[in-house]
């Protein structure tokens, strides 16, 4: 049995860190938090991710990029393996990704105020604005560019954007 140093591991993860997002090219995989583990056995490489929704359709994308970011460095036997449980949620994204979404124009999922939408009766999250940071904003569409995504405007500088759901 080969052992593999912790800095063969680290390296990995550094290489990583500059695989994008397809849907959002600010985040990095490890930004979103989708990464679970790196494994090695002696050449055998191992990253194992987790996909943000179900039948995410940039999973593939990753996937390959992943691959291609590791074959440029001189890995050859890699398996990417993507695992559904536990399910991905947004607690998993780096604080530094979601500093990056609001950048973007895409409002990060973060623990929000709660208000009263008065036509529905019932409380809604209050999501804070990345243009102008108010939190006087609606839902237009609960889907936004992408399924993990929703649509929403802002009702003091008129700015729709889009916001990255809680999940």
């Known amino acids: 049995m080969q052992l593999v140093s912790n800095n063969e591991v680290q390296k ?7 695989v994008c997002d397809p849907e959002v090219p600010v985040l990095s995989i490890l930004d979103l938090g989708i990464v679970r583990d790196v494994n090695i056995s002696g050449d055998d490489i191992e990253v194992v991710i987790t996909p943000t929704y179900s039948g ?5 994308m990753i996937a390959m990029n992943i691959k291609l970011a590791l074959l440029e460095a001189g890995y ?3 398996t990417i ?3 559904l449980s536990p399910a991905w949620t947004t607690d998993w994204m780096t604080e530094s990704g979601k500093e990056k979404l609001k950048a ?3 409002a990060p999922p ?10 529905l009766f019932a409380e809604a999250e209050a999501i804070q604005c990345p243009v102008c940071n108010s939190y006087h904003t609606k839902i237009i569409s609960r889907f936004g560019s992408t399924p993990c995504k929703a ?5 003091d500088c008129k700015e729709p954007f889009d916001y990255f759901k809680c999940h």
């Open 12 to 18: 990995i993860w550094q290489m990583l860190e500059t």
């Open 56 to 60: 995410c359709p940039a999973m593939d």
């Open 76 to 78: 050859k036997n890699i």
């Open 81 to 83: 393996t993507s695992v």
């Open 104 to 106: 973007y124009g895409i």
């Open 110 to 119: 973060h623990p929000t105020q709660t208000v009263c939408d008065t036509k």
């Open 151 to 155: 649509l929403y405007q802002c009702q």
